[in-house]
């Protein structure tokens, strides 16, 4: 097999291409604010290689974006394109992925309810273009990337497909990923990074344990309002056993994270434990993984519950500690 250099390349000089307006390189109709997704790998992979330059070309002049890096005068750029469509891994990728996504329509309709929700909450909440690819070997926790100034957001669709590709060893990813690697998680998984452009942080040298649990507890509050309907443990990326096992044991987290002096910790070696994408918690047995979601998902809720404050204002929000006394919570 080959190095995996294309998946580095495609993503760092074409990767951040988010196109709008297109599906397949030709224009559709939709409906005057609905949701439309451009299927770039579509594009890279079905266009003929005499017609690649004047297409990406089209692109480049009709989707101006600090985030769209393509080069098509560019010989050893288009050399490497050549190189990454021709790739037997990545056609064999690209065909798995479309075999699942070929139509996106689902998505789409999706995601357009649940950005009218959050514009009713919110007006400055918005991402006009939307636009997937595929990656290849890339790195897990990029698979959906957002820019808030540019109305952006781009999709690595392969990542929700690598069940389907035991043959890639599924992509060098553990199991506990593979599992989640599904469709069920994707629309919940852009809206949740839709919402991570518009929440306040602190600085970065200053946040604490308590603050990451109250920003993703944020994110989380916000897939309640606009897609009322989703599962829960969707929404938090979750198997519902693994749902349930912190609603079972909330108040032992709880208690936990008081005892140890976790919450105002800023040291994230003490803590990262809590808060990363694992099989599990280690300092609980047989548990679920980021438990800081969770808990900072229950504060959120219960401050909401208890105080007047629209979803902007949660939003711009950066003192944990005030939610977390005005949330009122005792698990």
């Known amino acids: 097999m080959k190095k995996f250099f294309w998946n580095l390349f495609i993503f760092s000089v074409l990767g951040t291409a988010l196109l709008s307006g297109c599906r397949g390189g030709q224009p559709t109709e939709h409906k005057e604010g609905n949701i439309e997704i451009a299927r770039f790998e579509k594009v890279l992979f079905d266009t003929p290689v005499d017609q690649m330059r004047e297409r990406l070309t089209d692109f480049r002049n009709q989707y101006p974006s600090p985030l769209l890096n393509i080069y098509p005068d560019n010989a050893d750029f ?138 993703e507890g944020k994110v989380l509050y916000f897939l309640d309002v606009v897609m009322p309907k989703k599962a829960d443990h969707l929404k938090i990326r979750y198997t519902p056993e693994q749902l349930e096992w912190c609603q079972r044991n909330e108040g032992m987290i709880w208690a936990y994270f008081i005892q140890h002096n976790l919450l105002y910790e800023k040291d994230f070696n003490r803590y990262h434990n809590f808060v990363d994408d694992a099989p599990k918690t280690n300092a609980f047995k047989d548990s679920s993984p980021r438990t800081t979601d969770y808990i900072g998902w229950q504060i959120v809720r219960n401050y909401m519950k208890n105080n007047k404050c629209s979803m902007k204002e949660l939003f711009e929000n950066t003192n944990s500690q005030s939610i977390l006394q005005a949330s009122q919570y005792k698990p």
């Open 78 to 215: 288009m050399a490497q394109l050549q190189g990454f469509i021709a790739d037997s891994i990545m056609q064999r990728i690209y065909t798995i992925s479309q075999q699942h996504y070929d139509n996106l329509s689902w998505l789409e309709e999706e995601l357009t309810k649940a950005l009218k929700k959050a514009a009713k909450e919110d007006a400055d909440i918005s991402m006009e273009h939307f636009a997937t690819f595929v990656s290849g070997f890339f790195d897990y926790s990029q698979r959906i990337l957002a820019d808030r100034d540019s109305k952006s957001l781009l999709v690595s669709i392969d990542q929700y497909a690598v069940g389907h590709m035991e043959q890639y060893n599924y992509f060098g990813l553990p199991m506990f990923i593979v599992t989640l690697s599904d469709s069920a998680y994707l629309a919940s998984d852009i809206m949740g990074e839709i919402a991570r452009q518009y929440i306040a942080s602190p600085e970065e040298s200053q946040i604490t344990m308590l603050d990451r649990m109250v920003m």
